[in-house]
């Protein structure tokens, strides 16, 4: 016989642990979630973790906060600071810089009220390499090549799904997307990226000293 006992709040801690929590994917959750808010907050809150809920797009997710505010708030308190909960997945810079781009045009568009916007994978790479200093720029093939295999791991990671335009490849960013990447992390990065293309070099002096890196619940 099975179990038809209601979901507990317990649950849900277990659901958001394990990456995020969209109304659609269990309704029964979803309104234990909003039940519980506060409850939860208070809960992750303690465990260096925020609890981050969109109410328009109907989504749930944590972000590890800093080592920083961790350290701060341990000694607020008068004990040892806790090691991250949530696994953090570094960027290149190039990927940063590609993310930074999907989640503008995502933005942009549900501004507007369009909530599944699609673009063309070729849209994504005219884009990016127009971003690059212009000694960069020469090696067009590579450049593309790398920006798929972004594009490839952040459809790993179900910030994208694949799709096609007039029978093209294409990509069309989902709305967690906008959940999960901070404002203050973009605008820093923007500010990254201004610096490159003015200096005309890698930050840091190599390709990969850049990031703006995203945490996700395993």
Sequence with gaps: MGNDAPV???HVKVR?????????????????????RDHLSRWF????????????YRIALLRQ?????????????????????????????????VLAYLHDKLNSAAGMGILDQSILRSEVCDAIINLQPDAQRNNEATL????????NKFK????????????????????????MVPRDE?????????????????????EDAGSLGGQYGE
């Design 8 to 10: 507990s709040i317990e």
């Design 144 to 151: 593309t090549g790398r920006i798929n295999a972004a594009l």
């Design 156 to 179: 790993d990671y179900g910030l994208i799904e694949e799709t096609q335009l007039s029978g093209q490849p294409a990509i069309q960013p989902q709305l967690i997307l906008l959940v």
């Design 65 to 97: 906060t800093s080592d920083s505010v961790r350290e701060r708030r341990a000694q607020d308190k008068g004990k040892a600071a806790l090691p991250p909960l949530l696994q953090s997945r570094a960027l290149t810079f190039l990927e940063s810089q």
């Design 45 to 56: 809150d303690e465990l260096g973790v925020e609890l981050v809920v969109h109410n328009d």
């Design 186 to 206: 973009l605008e820093r990065f923007s500010g990254l990226i201004g610096d490159l293309v003015a200096s005309g070099e890698p930050p840091g002096g190599g």
């Design 16 to 36: 958001l642990l394990a990456g995020p929590l969209r109304e659609d994917d269990d309704p029964d959750l979803w309104q234990q979630l909003f039940l519980g």
